[in-house]
């Protein structure tokens, strides 16, 4: 599975998913930082299976998105006391869906 963290996820979160056998990459790692959410989502669908984010207006702009597309935008809330390079307990079932 192709896998795409957004800006607002830690860093930390991509060697725990690549181990599961997914591809992962992040927004920060791909050097698009900043960019304007309709022309990021245009980015990710074009190119991966699930996109992390924890932008809830993010989400909620996919609304007026008319454009078809296979990704799916996941928004995830992750407590800041947590580890940053440790799965959260609720992504576990991606152990199952593998690259």
Known sequence: MKILLDENLPEGLIEPLRQLGHIV????????????NGRLYREVASGYDLFFTKD????????????????????????????SSSLPRSWRPLSALTG
């Open 25 to 36: 990459d992040s927004v920060g790692s791909l050097r698009l930082k900043g960019l304007e």
């Open 56 to 83: 809830r207006q993010f989400v909620a702009q996919l609304d007026a998105v008319t454009e078809p597309s296979s990704v799916k935008v996941v928004l995830t809330i992750i407590r800041s006391n947590r580890r």
